[in-house]
């Protein structure tokens, strides 16, 4: 079984709805990372949290919000989607005291008509 | 604030030709240094790290050495496989304590027989 998980792989939603991506890990980890990739412009850090109790606004966290259910799951919220949100969207795991490699899960493709 | 800079792509090479992904990044002090690499239609995985200056990280034929002077951490492999297209991200985290990862662009290798 994979480590890091995503759900859905594939989303398509319309303008104004609510989504939720969700990510589990069982790595163990105790941070946690959401990004979206867009073509030319690579990764972009939305948020991320160290610990159940601390969530940080990444570089481009406008329009969405995050919630650390338990050290193993961190989803990521769209509450009114809007098309220049589509991207994939990436959760990633590390471990404060395993060092700085950041684990990927496989991707959220998300799509707002 | 700190950043990472990698040349544009596509890099197009025929397969066995030497390749190198320039990778330069500007940060405070000493950062540690990352290429991650994304097969088609996969999340991100490391494919290497180097953590202090002159210090030389290598996988699976690709090398990179950190080097403090020019802030650089240059991408190569003597010779690429067909299996090697894909897009590589060079990476740095800061040195504070409760930082992520900044990523680079992005650079998108496909590799002909």
């Known amino acids: 079984d994979a480590d890091v998980t995503q759900t859905p792989r594939n989303r398509i939603t319309k303008t104004g709805k609510r989504i939720m991506l969700e990510c589990s890990q069982t790595k163990g980890h105790d941070r946690m990372y959401w990004y979206r990739q867009d073509p030319g412009l690579g990764l972009r850090l939305i948020y991320y949290s160290f610990d159940v109790k601390d969530i940080n606004k990444g570089e481009i966290s406008d329009g969405y919000s995050v919630s650390r259910q338990a050290q193993a799951k961190f989803s990521l919220s769209l509450e009114s989607a809007i098309p220049n949100q589509t991207a994939l969207y990436f959760c990633a795991t590390n471990d404060q005291g395993g060092g700085d490699t950041q684990y990927f899960g496989p991707g959220t493709r998300l799509t707002v008509l | 604030g700190d950043s990472v800079t990698q040349m544009e792509g596509p890099v197009t090479l025929s397969e066995e030709a030497f390749l190198t992904i320039n990778c330069t990044y500007t940060a405070t002090g000493y950062p540690s240094l990352f290429w991650y690499v994304q097969y088609p239609g996969e999340g991100l995985q490391l494919l290497l790290k180097?953590?202090?200056?002159?210090d030389k990280g290598s996988n699976k034929g690709f090398e990179a050495t950190y080097r403090k002077e020019t802030t650089s951490f240059h991408l190569e492999k003597g010779s690429v496989q067909v299996s090697d297209s894909a897009v590589y991200f060079c990476a740095l985290r800061p040195p504070q304590a409760g930082t992520a990862l900044i990523f680079g662009k992005g650079t998108t290798l496909s590799v002909s027989s």
């Open positions: 180097a953590t202090k200056a002159d």
